[in-house]
């Protein structure tokens, strides 16, 4: 008897723990089936910011960056990436030390804040290449950022990871893992 009652004070217990249900975190659920995420793949260092690319003068490297999807949409999100100048470094230039370009080598112009365009068609689960050419320039280093680098994420707050959002579809940045640091060497 003892035994059961042990066994029952340990099952109810459990189910104390299990407040969440599969519904909350499956793809079955309404409220966040056209939420995705948008990110960098940190696999080494999956706790946060740490990754970093060597990139020589004269030559181009490859970042890559990630759409979190179970979808396929009638409708493609678009978001915006960035580069930024590493905190207390010797800051480099876009135009003069270094160049985002496309996979043809053709210079990329951001838009009015400063983000790169991309586009996810039918909101496919998928990686897309952000490449940043070295210039000849001054040596230092760079962050490609999957977020304004003239916001603040807050991991306690949801709303301050939205990238982007429309009618259709909102996108969030994570709170680790949004940025990496180039090395132009």
Not at 1 to 29: H, Y
Not at 59 to 64: D, I, K, R, S, Y
Request: hydrophobic share 30%; proline share 5%.
């Amino acid at each position: 008897m003892k035994k059961l009652m042990i066994l029952l004070l340990f099952v109810t217990a459990c189910g104390l723990f299990t407040g969440c249900g599969d519904d909350d975190w499956s793809n079955n659920n309404p409220e966040m089936e056209h939420i995705y995420y948008y990110g960098l793949g940190n696999v080494k260092y999956p706790g946060g910011n740490e990754l970093q690319y060597d990139v020589k003068q004269g030559e181009t490297v490859a970042v890559p960056t990630y759409f979190f999807s179970a979808y396929k949409r009638s409708y493609s999100p678009v978001v915006l990436y960035y580069t930024s100048p590493v905190p207390k470094a010797e800051e480099l230039k876009c135009g003069e030390d270094y160049q985002v370009v496309d996979a043809n080598g053709a210079t990329l112009t951001p838009d009015a804040n400063g983000g790169y365009s991309m586009t996810w068609p039918n909101a496919l689960k998928g990686s897309q290449d952000v490449y940043i050419k070295a210039l000849n320039g001054k040596k230092g280093k760079i962050r490609v950022l999957t977020f304004d680098p003239q916001k603040t994420i807050d991991a306690t707050d949801l709303s301050s990871t939205t990238i982007a959002k429309t009618n259709e579809y909102e996108v969030r940045a994570f709170s680790e893992n949004y940025y990496v640091t180039v090395n132009i060497k």
